[in-house]
């Protein structure tokens, strides 16, 4: 491995301090690992160690002091957020490689930078490595930060200024490989901004949320100090690189593929909450559907939440007038790939909460909701008895007599019931529709069996769903189609 090399370069009239890393050998550099500090006092000489790691596994290594800090001129309290990406950009135009991806590293507020930068390269940026980071509100972007009692510091101070930060857009629509590294203990960023961050990543990027439980904010500093994370948290942020990081998840669904078969076309499907969903066109014009759980908490339980749909649908493969996906494979603890997977066919149609077709469709659900509570499958087929969704500690309810009448009913047993089939999800946003009017509206599909288990028929409407909406319905919409269901029910079971 070459030694680190020391870089001054200008911009905007300032001299910046940086070095730069080649693993040497006349290889080709895997990437260009581009490595942004902290604010305050931070610098690039923190980093050092984290540099030479990203250099030890092959790639081109960059670390600069933006101006203020370290070793480069300025003054901190002319810089700013808008400056920070443009002195990023200058150097990364100059001293990256241009035939190789970009890797971003950024620490705390460089959390910000680096969502510029992945915003300005675009697929350039094959992955992202995000270390207790900060977004922050549009109108910081372009105030010097100043002396710490400025617009600058009212703006972030503002209590929730930054759930409208345009970095988290960013963020949702990255699809390449993603880090986020979250310290035990951090009093600088607050919680609800690094779940903010957490939940973006995973909207469709490869994306592990990794925690340091003995660690504090200045991750920096603990990545310095520590080598096995050090390493740990480079090999992470490399894996899969060529494949923006999904390269164990495409071998696996190839090995699912008819022989000669291969994917042709990889796009995202609308909805999704839980999972990532993605539409695979094979390149004789089938189409397959890709469930994929990358949240932290979806991840932990994936496999039971997997191994269940999975079971669900071989099951319902067999049953007459519930339209549900055949399951092609599933990896439900992603031992071979890279997330939970699950791969079926993509069921036809569209999710339907408008007010066109309303009272048809509802008719169409009632009569669906039960068809699905008939299936009689096997005593020993049987899904798991259903679990309550919350309890009365857990209810947050607005305040009055009523909420306190209604939380005292959960707290009883339940009553004696008949046991029936569940899907225990059912609502508009699981069901698909084709077709329209009186004549050819119909339901073609049925999704999302996670969670389907044996109980009293009234579980499939009492859901919370309904009440506040789906998918941007109106809630007055979504209240609708929860009474014509309950009422309906009784008519077509």
């Known amino acids: 491995m070459s030694e680190l090399v020391p870089f001054a370069h200008i911009v905007d009239g300032e001299r910046l301090s940086g070095l730069c890393g080649d693993a040497g050998g006349g290889a080709p ?30 790639c081109r290594a960059l670390a600069f002091d933006f101006s203020g800090h370290g070793e480069s001129t300025g003054l901190l309290r002319e810089l700013s957020l808008r400056r920070r ?51 922050y509100a549009a109108e910081a972007w372009d105030v010097p930060f100043g002396e710490g009692n400025g617009r ?19 963020l949702r629509a990255y699809e390449g490989r993603a880090v986020l590294a979250v310290p035990g203990t951090d009093e600088v960023i607050p919680p609800a901004v690094t779940e903010a961050v957490s939940e973006a990543l995973a909207r469709r990027a490869q994306f592990t949320h990794w925690e340091l439980p003995d660690a ?36 696996w669904v190839a090995k699912q593929l008819p022989e000669g078969r291969t994917v042709d076309k990889s796009t995202f499907l609308t909805g999704g909450w839980s999972a990532q969903m993605r539409r695979l066109t094979l390149d004789d014009g089938t189409e397959l559907a890709l469930r994929t759980f990358v949240k932290p908490f979806f991840r932990r339980h994936a496999p039971g939440l997997l191994a269940r749909e999975a079971e669900i649908l071989t099951l319902l493969a067999g049953q007459e007038g519930v339209p549900a996906a ?51 499958p096997a005593t020993g087929e049987r899904p798991r008895p259903y679990q309550a969704w919350t309890s009365p500690e857990q209810v947050n309810a607005p305040e009055g007599a009523l909420w306190k009448r209604a939380v005292d009913v959960i707290r009883r047993d339940p009553p004696p019931y008949d046991g029936c089939f569940l899907h225990r999800d059912f609502h ?21 069996w996670v969670e389907t288990s044996w109980g009293p028929a009234d579980l499939d409407v009492a859901l919370p769903h309904c009440p506040q909406g789906v998918g941007g319905a109106p809630a007055v919409l979504a209240g609708r189609l929860n009474a014509y269901v309950t009422g309906l029910l009784k008519r077509h079971s």
Request: with cysteine; charged share 20%.
């Open 216 to 251: 504090e904010h200045r991750l920096g500093l603990w990545f310095r100090d520590h080598p096995d994370d050090r390493r740990e948290f480079v090999t992470a942020v490399l894996t899969g690189l060529g494949g923006r990081g999904w390269t164990a998840t495409r071998a």
């Open 152 to 170: 600058f510091s009212a703006i972030i101070r503002r209590a929730g200024s930054w759930r409208t930060a345009p970095a988290l857009e960013v």
């Open 326 to 376: 055949e399951l092609i494979g599933v990896d439900a603890t992603g031992e071979h790939c890279d997330h939970p997977s699950l791969l079926m066919s993509l069921l036809p149609g569209r999710i339907r909460v408008d007010e066109e077709d309303l009272v048809a469709r509802v008719d169409l659900l009632a009569a669906q909701l039960a068809r699905i509570h008939r299936v009689v």
């Open 29 to 58: 550099a895997r990437a260009t690992a581009v490595l942004l500090h902290g604010a305050g006092n931070g610098s690039k000489e923190r980093l050092v160690p984290l540099l030479e790691e990203f250099v030890a596994h092959g």
């Open 85 to 135: 990406f443009e002195q990023a950009v200058s150097v990364i135009d100059t001293h990256a490689r241009v035939d190789a991806p970009l890797v971003l590293v950024g620490f705390s507020m460089s959390g910000q930078t680096v969502a510029d930068l992945a915003r300005h390269y675009g697929h350039r940026v094959a992955a992202l490595g995000l270390c207790a980071p900060a977004v």
């Open 428 to 448: 508009p946003g699981n069901v698909l529709f084709m077709g329209s009017g009186s004549d050819g509206l119909r339901i073609s599909g049925v999704v999302d």
